[in-house]
């Protein structure tokens, strides 16, 4: 069975720029999940998809987007980044209404 | 809205030893699903326990085990015979289930406590 995997793991970009992160589920999940964590705190929900569209999403602003795919395989992207949008971003995925998430590794991004 | 709380940053405990985590919550919803994640340095979130809120049996997982305490909105976890693998940031963290509206069923974390094992 084939787990949550991110990439990339760790990228840098400055001000202003765009990035584009990706998320693959794990095999038998329909639901995937992206969450924000600064260092030193505990993640923060950004949103979630589910059948390719957006089922929920948590105070961040409009900048921040995603995508699901037919494969449940996903992209969070964030358009005119902020030096406050440095941290690691982490992907979830799940069943529906099943309990608890699974998680990728991360990925840390730095902007300059 | 439900909020999660760790009032612990740090602990420490000796190798071989038993240390408990403490978390509270706040909540309207009758049931709802609690968890603790265990975050290595290596980042990758992974799950420890889970428990469901209609269950009055506390979840054990090996040397894991919490004490679920639903009237206080308590939900510690207790780490038995502590090993030098156990070191990690450990998260509590809250789901409300799915077909609950705003929320969305997704996972409201605490700050996390930083757990060191002494060897």
């Known amino acids: 069975e084939t787990g949550v995997t991110q990439s990339p793991t760790h990228l840098i970009k400055t001000r202003g720029q765009q990035v584009t992160l990706r998320c693959s589920s794990q095999s038998g999940h329909n639901t995937v999940s992206w969450y924000q964590q600064a260092l030193g705190q505990g993640p923060q929900f950004i949103f979630q998809y589910y059948r390719e569209e957006e089922n929920g999403r948590g105070n961040f602003p409009p900048r921040f987007s995603g995508l699901q795919f037919p494969n449940y395989s996903s992209e969070l992207n964030v358009n005119a980044l902020e030096l406050d949008d440095s941290a690691l971003y982490l992907c979830?995925?799940?069943?529906?209404?099943?309990?608890?998430?699974?998680f990728g590794e991360g990925s840390r991004l730095t902007v300059l | 809205a439900q909020t999660v709380t760790q009032s612990q940053p740090e602990m420490s405990v000796q190798e071989a030893e038993t240390v408990t985590l403490s978390c509270t919550y706040d909540?309207?919803?009758?049931?709802?699903?609690l968890f603790w994640y265990k975050q290595p340095p290596s980042r990758q979130m992974i799950l420890v326990i889970r428990q469901e809120a209609y269950k009055q049996q506390n979840a054990t997982e090996n040397r894991f085990s919490v004490n679920f305490q639903k009237a206080a909105k308590s939900f510690s976890l207790k780490i038995s015979d502590s090993q030098l693998g156990d070191a990690a940031m450990y998260f509590c963290?809250?789901?409300?289930?799915?077909?609950?509206?705003?929320?969305?069923?997704?996972?409201?974390f605490g700050k996390g406590t930083k757990l060191s094992v002494k060897p």
């Open positions: 909540t309207s919803e009758s049931d709802y699903y």
């Open positions: 979830a995925s799940s069943q529906l209404r099943a309990g608890e998430l699974f």
């Open positions: 963290a809250y789901r409300s289930l799915p077909h609950y509206g705003g929320s969305q069923g997704n996972l409201i």
